[in-house]
């Protein structure tokens, strides 16, 4: 017996199985698929995202699942504990590493430098 959850609901859905759907445009490019996901505590959920990118059974996502026209919806998020979430200790845990400007364009770094030389 499953138990459908009260929504809406935001937490970590694990996924237990997903049937893929129709394709569809998207506006920035590329194609959307449309998902219908069993997650745990709530079965038959829509769920759309980018072409190629299903959902991995036995992965957790965060996010909402609202009462939609045609039943359940997913909308994945951001997870609280993540390292904008203000957190003291969050800050440095997560950050990517600094790199100087001239490692991510050394075509500029050699700009100024040739402008400096006169």
């Known amino acids: 017996m499953s138990e459908t959850a009260t929504l809406p609901q935001t937490k970590e859905w694990k996924v237990l199985n997903f049937r893929p759907g129709k394709t569809e445009p ?17 079965p038959d959920t829509y769920w759309r995202r980018r072409e190629g990118d299903e959902p991995e059974v036995g992965r957790s996502y965060y996010g ?30 997560r950050s990517k590493e ?3 400007e001239s490692q991510y ?3 500029k770094t050699a700009r100024i430098g040739r402008a400096h030389e006169h």
């Open 26 to 42: 998207n506006p920035h490019g590329g194609q959307f698929q449309k998902f219908y996901v069993d997650f745990e505590g709530s």
């Open 64 to 93: 909402t699942i609202t009462e939609g026209n045609y039943g359940p919806m997913f909308k994945k998020e951001k997870a609280p504990d993540s390292a904008s979430s203000g957190s003291p200790r969050s800050h440095g845990s």
């Open 98 to 100: 600094w790199k100087p």
């Open 105 to 107: 364009d050394p075509e």
